[in-house]
């Protein structure tokens, strides 16, 4: 049987043996969004919870938080016709009158040819657009959380009388889901106020899927809530990076109403537990390094039993992705020496992933196929190997064995019986 898995901006095809018991696990495909302009335009006369634009008094300074090039929002689609709307809602505003913070949490910040890649100046021509810098960008401090996280937001953004966000509403492996306030609270966040939050990731309620219960996701909003953000312009993405769903008004709610479609979509539930997984990362960007990888890795595993095996396709055009992370763990012989120096010292960002890989790795037999450094990735203690070569030696037996595929993983979540 062949299978293809994206991978980078291409596909690899792998072949199971026949006599496998394979499972295709994937999310299902809603109908798309046809005209995403116009159902944007449409959207922003019936926000959710705040009133329309025209019924708003002209604001002095707009910011606009956008996702870096990780995320698979269509930047270059729906800002220019967010832009759009706001020139005819308010004909007296000026594109000076508008700044565009790139909000990349703690991923190091776009350069110039960077930016241009996000956002071209030609679509937005006059709007000035930053780079967030979690460490060196001037910041506005808020106060913190009830929970103790520090609220410290970029000062450019913080500093505009009408606050927007731009983002996607996603799965993810211990805030829940992504979306609502997110894309300034981390995505334009000091690295303190990102590391006292994703500190939280412990708790046994941390987990993809939970919402309500969830206090990394609800430490989010209230954080959100502290900046008082106007507006929010949330999506939904099919597998094929297609809008699926497109939402704007108040964050929480924006997010909320959003999530069941998220939910819906990338929920799969199964039975029972696999003895192998074959799973992509679900290609460009979702795959653009190891540190976003990682997510992949993390979900897919739910689907296998224990000591199972994951082979895991992320093409890893841009390395590691992280400094941090690689400093720390290239300092151990291996990913238990690794975990066990995280969780008995105090929470740092970067190194987590450290643990979030460590976690795995110790649990499953893990194999990754990429077209990054071997030699980089060993001393990340991740073992490398051929796709098909993997896939031959495990299932070098004539039992039987439950294999899944997983094409969509770092988004694509597991509802288990047992």
Aim: hydrophobic share 40%.
């Amino acid at each position: 049987m062949k299978y293809s898995f994206k991978y980078g901006k291409g596909e690899k095809e792998l072949i199971i043996p026949e006599r496998m018991d394979v499972s295709l696990l994937k999310p299902i495909n809603p109908e798309i969004v046809k005209d995403p302009v116009a159902k944007l335009k449409q959207s922003l006369s019936n926000p959710i919870n705040i009133k329309p634009l025209k019924n708003s008094q002209q604001p002095k300074k707009i910011a606009i938080a956008i996702p870096d090039e990780s995320r698979p929002f269509p930047v270059k689609l729906l800002l220019p016709a967010l832009l759009d709307s706001f020139y005819k809602t308010w004909p007296q505003l000026k594109p000076e009158q508008i700044i565009i913070v790139i909000g990349g949490g703690l991923h190091p910040p776009p350069d110039k040819t960077g930016i241009e890649r996000i956002i071209p100046q030609e679509l937005i021509p006059g709007c000035q657009v930053i780079s967030h810098d979690a460490v060196n960008s001037p910041i506005v401090d808020y106060g913190v959380t009830s929970r103790g996280t520090p609220v410290q937001i970029n000062a450019a953004y913080a500093q505009a009388d009408f606050k927007v966000i731009m983002g996607q509403i996603d799965a993810h492996q211990f805030v829940g889901y992504t979306g609502g306030a997110k894309g300034v609270v981390i995505g334009c966040a000091s690295e303190k106020m990102i590391e006292h939050n994703h500190g939280l990731m412990f708790h046994k309620k941390a987990q993809v899927g939970h919402y309500k219960d969830n206090p990394v996701r609800q430490d989010l909003n209230e954080a959100g809530a502290k900046i008082r953000i106007d507006l929010v312009i949330n999506i939904v993405l099919n597998a094929e990076k297609q809008i699926i769903t497109l939402l704007t008004g108040e964050p929480i709610a924006v997010l909320q109403e959003g999530l069941k479609t998220c939910a819906a979509v990338y929920g799969v539930e199964i039975a029972q537990k696999y003895d192998i997984v074959l799973a992509s990362c679900g290609g460009y960007p979702k795959d653009i390094c190891l540190y976003q990888a990682q997510k992949g890795l993390n979900l897919a595993s739910q689907a296998l039993k224990p000591k199972g095996k994951i082979l895991l396709l992320a093409e890893c055009a841009q390395g590691v992705g992280d400094d941090v992370y690689y400093d720390y763990v290239t300092k151990f012989k291996n990913a238990e020496e690794a975990m066990k120096d995280f969780t008995t010292n105090k929470f740092r960002m970067g190194a987590h992933k450290s643990f979030l890989f460590s976690r795995t790795l110790t649990n499953f037999e893990v194999v990754l196929t990429s077209d990054y450094s071997s030699e980089i990735l060993n001393k990340c203690h991740i073992p490398v190997g051929d796709a098909q070569g993997t896939i031959n030696q495990w299932c070098e037996t004539d039992r039987k064995l439950r294999v899944a595929i997983i094409p969509n993983a770092n988004t694509t979540y597991f509802i288990t019986e047992d």
